[in-house]
């Protein structure tokens, strides 16, 4: 009993960051723009927040730490947005470089961090329980308020939104930034909340899965939070291995990547892929003939 | 009748190589029905996309009750009691007929159920049956149409632009849109209704304006339009109407079908024991409301599709499943969705149209093409049907989507076929071009060729065909002489009733 306890304990706190990052994800796309960034802008995130918490002497600010992974996230996915929203790029492949020079600048710049400890860092519980309510909040936005309502034809038929005068590129800007801010959050989860510490490559597949996750349960921000506890889960169940058996660690190493397979095997079987938002990924031109 | 609504003045609009628009004035008074009519390119949508803000005009001015206004958007469109009901649907598929109705309008917190009692307001005062609850993807494209209307109406729409509303519609539908129009007109509504039917336009307006080549051609009260006026404003040249085939001396059997089936893509059972036999120089057309099977009737046809059972005989040997096979039999298909599958838009209009013969001479010498027959054939073709083009050498893809039409079917019935399968062949054409299809296709039967034609206009199955039959949950009603049903009794059975 109390191992199953422990083992959901960990799995929420595993799900967290793989909730906030989908939902990040999530939001985006449901406004048509899909993001693969999110394992970039994750790394960008921890490292801008634990460079902050770190400060001098391991004794910086908190709260600024958050904001500053909020930031981090954001802008990046506002390069994203211009190169895809204003200059109408591939969406695919602007997210892919984003994914790769996230983490190659984390990397870079967290050299100097690289095994230095926190003397404080916030408790898991204020951001799972954000995480879940975060949730709930998207759930409200899209079903019950004009703004989601706008975002969501946006993402759906943005043509149509465009004639009603819903200013489409605003939209997606704004949701590209929102998600971002969400993956950098993310990521502050794991340098200050998780680990607490810096260490290159922490996020480890992490992103992957978020962006995996978004078709795993449907653009539904409800079933978000169930997808993230059930990979948060096997995300746990992984380490215990891990730690226990005599398997190479690079097994290991690959197995978040052949869980991102697996979500989507899995969507696949659900036949989540038709809930796509039907704009998902093309760029908007006006008045085109 | 007082002030007039709305007023254009002079509207001028250039396009590259064509003037959509050439010094257009109008008047459209207060609850009035105004039938704008013109053939396919004379620039009927430019206009009312100037109107709704969508384009720009290079000259001339719009006045809303007398005072000149700037429409940039159709937001401003809208806020000067503009609404346009566009030629396809512009809605959000997968959400609630509420949820597009709210689109940018409902309030912060729960928009579309707050919009509700709106909705029901409207659509109760003038009769517009719509669901607000269903899913846009669920509707026929009359009850998006009814949707389309409900949405300008809700935004205070004074002027109402139905761009080719009937198009799409069956009779009976079209009827229903026509009692709502008598409603709007009723309470003090004016209505822009652009299409191509007159019987139609002499049945609803008030006034007919007709646009050629971007001209104004004619401004006439309903009392002075009449059905050959009309046409040859439109057309600049007289129209012969009322022709009513004579059956010829039927030929031998050339194509019979027994009790076939087929499934549709989604693996229901669409051909329930269809059976036919069709003459050397007859027209066999085919009725019936999309999606009861007429497509894959025609797809078995044209070895498209694999039929379950049952067989297909052509002059007595069984029907190969294989287009290229089919084609050099003779077999001609024109697909419904012909700009698709039947054009290359970044292509010249005169290479598009030598697409079935530049392999041959006079196009081909030797390994080389020749560009000057291919060019003299493309000015044929072009005259022939009234291709509006700046020139045969204007990629495909800047011709309105009535002219690329009329290039896929230059080209696809200027070979000689012994069946040819066509697929609302007219659909969205003009009067002119119509009648260009329709001489193409007898032309072929004098020759010997047999027709199925699948078609959603009666008018023009009742005039190309030698028997018509109904297609009605993948069974064919009939197939009955066209001198013996009425439009009506095909109206019917089209709806599942009894002839
Ligand atoms: N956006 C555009 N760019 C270039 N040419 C256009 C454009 N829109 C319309 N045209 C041309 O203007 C003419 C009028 O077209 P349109 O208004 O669509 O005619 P209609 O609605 O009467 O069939 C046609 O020759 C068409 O090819
Ligand atoms: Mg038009």
């Known amino acids: 009993m109390e191992e199953v306890l422990n083992a959901l304990a960990r799995a929420l706190s595993f799900g967290t960051p793989l909730l906030i990052a989908c939902l990040g994800a999530l939001l985006n796309e449901r406004a048509g723009v899909v993001n693969l960034g999110v394992e970039g802008m994750m790394a960008l995130g921890a490292l801008a927040s634990f460079a902050v918490a770190y400060g001098e002497a391991g004794d910086g600010n908190l709260w600024l730490a958050v904001l500053a992974a909020i930031l981090a996230g954001g802008l990046s996915a506002l390069l994203h947005g211009f190169v895809t929203i204003t200059l109408q790029a591939n969406q695919f492949v602007s997210g892919l470089a984003l994914s790769m020079v996230g983490l190659g600048i984390a990397g870079l710049l967290g050299k100097r961090y690289e095994g230095l400890p926190l003397f404080d860092h916030p408790s898991e519980e204020p951001f799972i329980l954000g995480a879940m309510g975060l949730a709930l909040l998207l759930a409200f936005l899209f079903g019950a308020t004009r703004l989601g309502l706008s975002l969501r034809s946006v993402g759906e038929n943005p043509a149509a939104a465009d004639l009603l005068g819903i200013n489409v590129l605003a939209l997606r800007y704004g949701a590209v930034v929102a998600g971002g801010a969400l993956a950098g959050l993310a990521g502050a989860y794991l340098s200050l909340v998780y680990r607490p510490s810096w260490t290159d490559g922490m996020t480890a597949g992490l992103g992957w899965i ?3 996750l978004v078709i795993f349960v449907g653009w539904n921000p409800l079933r978000a939070i169930f997808g993230a506890v059930f990979f948060g889960l096997l995300y746990y169940l992984q380490f215990r291995l891990q730690g226990q058996s005599g398997i190479p660690s690079e097994v290991f190493a690959s197995l978040p990547y052949l869980l991102v397979i697996l979500v989507l095997a899995l969507s696949g079987l659900r036949g989540q892929q038709g809930n796509a938002p039907e704009a998902l990924g093309k760029p908007y031109r006006r008045g085109e003939r | 009748m007082g002030k007039p609504l709305l007023q254009l003045r002079d509207i001028t609009k250039r396009f590259p190589g064509v003037v959509a628009n050439d010094r257009v004035s109008l008047e459209l008074y207060p609850g009035e029905v105004l039938a704008l009519l013109g053939e396919n390119g004379a620039g009927k949508s430019t206009l009312v ?7 720009r005009p290079d000259e001339g001015e719009i006045l809303v009750e007398g005072s000149p206004v700037r429409i940039a958007s159709p937001v401003d469109a809208l806020r000067y009691g503009i609404g346009l009901v566009p030629q396809h649907p512009v809605l959000v598929d997968r959400h609630t007929v509420a949820e597009n109705l709210a689109l940018g309008l409902g309030s912060a917190l729960f928009p579309s159920r707050r919009i509700l009692p709106l ?6 005062a ?11 993807h669920q509707l026929s494209p009359g009850e998006k149409q009814r949707v389309e209307i409900v949405r300008a109406l809700l935004r205070g729409a004074k002027a109402l632009i139905l761009d080719e509303p009937t198009s799409v519609l069956t009779p009976q539908e079209a009827q229903a849109l026509f009692r709502v129009m008598r409603e709007l007109r009723a309470a003090g509504k004016s209505i822009i209704f652009i299409s191509h ?7 609803i307006a008030d006034r007919c304006v007709v646009l050629r080549r971007g001209r104004v051609v004619g401004n006439l009260p309903r009392e002075e339009a009449s059905k050959t006026r009309l046409a040859e404003l439109m057309v600049g040249r007289q129209v012969s109407f009322e022709r009513r085939r004579q059956t010829p001396d039927p030929g031998p059997v050339l194509l019979k079908v ?3 089936t087929a499934r549709s893509e989604r693996g229901l059972l669409a051909l329930r024991g269809v059976g036919f036999e069709l003459r050397s120089g007859e027209v066999l057309g085919i009725a019936g409301i999309a999606g009861n099977g007429q497509s ?3 797809e078995v046809l044209a070895g498209l599709r694999l039929p379950q059972g049952g067989r297909v005989l052509l002059e007595g040997k069984p029907l190969p499943s294989d287009p290229a096979r089919l084609f050099a039999l003779g077999v001609a298909h024109i697909p419904e969705d012909r700009i698709r599958m039947g054009s290359v838009p970044s292509m010249s209009v005169a290479e598009n149209l030598a697409l079935r013969n530049f392999d041959q001479p006079p196009l081909a010498r030797g390994v080389l093409l020749d560009p000057k ?3 003299a054939q493309a000015e044929e073709r072009v005259r022939a049907y009234a291709i509006a083009t700046p020139s045969v050498h204007t990629p495909a893809r800047l011709l309105s989507g009535g002219n690329l039409q009329k290039v896929i079917l230059a080209r696809e019935l200027s070979t000689k076929a012994r069946l040819i399968l066509a697929v609302h062949p007219t659909y969205g054409l003009d009067i002119g071009a119509a009648e260009q299809v329709h001489e193409a296709l007898l032309q072929q039967t004098r020759l010997g060729a047999a027709v199925v034609l699948v078609s959603e206009d009666l008018e023009e199955l009742l005039s190309l065909s030698d028997r018509i039959g109904v297609m009605h949950r993948g069974e064919l009603l009939g197939p009955y002489g066209a001198m013996e049903v009425s439009r009506e009794q095909i109206g019917l059975l089209m709806t599942g009733g009894a002839a």
Do not use: C, F, N, T
Not at chain 2, 49 to 55: A, K, Q
């Open chain 2, 49 to 55: 996309s100037i109107l709704y803000g969508l384009y």
């Open chain 2, 373 to 375: 027959a291919m060019s």
């Open chain 2, 296 to 298: 894959e009737l025609v």
């Open chain 2, 119 to 124: 909705i029901e307001r409207i659509a109760g």
């Open chain 2, 258 to 260: 027994e009790g076939l």
């Open chain 2, 126 to 136: 003038y009769g517009l049956q719509v669901d607000p609850k269903a899913y846009v």
């Open chain 1, 210 to 212: 978020a962006v995996a």
């Open chain 2, 197 to 203: 039917k007159l019987e139609e336009v002499l049945s």
